[in-house]
């Protein structure tokens, strides 16, 4: 019998520097594990799947990113075949006091006096509110209608000042301390990159027209699987950037 509510997938390991740092992990669970969701959501004639994506994945940089890219080809490969379920990808960046959120951090290093560490004065980032996401999520899902989506996110907004703003809302001021970019790390994000984007009849929610999502070599997908199974880093590594780019 089919499955009537859509099913959202997010299957994803998303903290960039952990990921950076187990690379066979980040692809067992970002892209193997949005496979088998996917695949087992068509097999139970689920209506929509929607995967989770992130601005880390255009133009990808790090490993987080490259696998989010490859779990987006996965779900567009699905969706070109698929009758009975509609596979959807939305985009967005950072969500204001979610898991990893950098921002429980930044509290408990003014409370205890600083410094607050920094990765770069000139990093910026893409923010908005976990209701925010939630709700623009479900409605994106509400439309029926398969693709990839992007959140309206607004301007990108520097770290320093958001770290100034939240002393200030603290009533503290703490030394700020510049670490320097972690691996894999950039100073600026993109919600797309080549295509367009057409509004939908969903204020804030736009569709991309005109990605480049190219089908995943089956052979190149098997040799992953296996370099991820024996744990082959480094193998594993070059293949899922020969996928992504």
């Not at 689920?46 to 992130?54: A, K, L, R």
């Not at 989010?68 to 939305?90: C, P």
């Not at 972690?182 to 367009?196: I, S, V």
Request: aromatic share 4%.
């Amino acid at each position: 019998m089919s499955l009537l509510a859509p099913c959202l997938a997010t299957a994803a390991h998303k903290h960039v520097p952990m990921c950076q740092q187990n690379p066979s992990e980040a692809i067992r669970n970002n892209v193997f594990g949005t496979r088998t969701l996917a695949e087992l959501s068509l097999e139970a004639g689920v209506q929509s799947f929607c995967m989770i994506s992130s601005d880390k994945a255009v133009q990808p940089a790090s490993i987080m990113g490259a696998t989010k890219r490859m779990a987006e080809l996965i779900v567009a490969d699905l969706g070109r075949s698929s009758i009975t379920t509609k596979f959807l990808t939305v985009r967005f960046g950072n969500v204001l006091d979610s898991a990893g959120s950098v921002l429980p951090l930044w509290r408990e290093q003014i409370r205890a006096g600083g410094p607050l560490t920094l990765t770069d004065e000139r990093c910026e980032r893409y923010f908005m509110s976990i209701d925010g996401a939630v709700g623009l999520v479900a409605n994106v899902i509400g439309l029926g209608e398969p693709g990839t989506f992007v959140l309206e996110m607004g301007a990108p907004r520097r770290l320093i000042d958001m770290a100034r703003d939240l002393m200030q809302e603290m009533g503290l001021e703490v030394p700020i301390r510049f670490i320097g970019l972690r691996p894999g790390e950039k100073l600026t994000e993109e919600l797309f990159h080549g295509g367009d984007l057409a509004t939908t009849p969903v204020a804030g929610v736009y569709q991309v027209i005109g990605d480049e999502l190219r089908r995943p070599s089956p052979d190149a997908m098997l040799d992953l699987e296996l370099a991820c199974a024996t744990c082959d880093q480094d193998e594993a590594v070059r293949m899922l950037w020969a996928l992504v780019r």
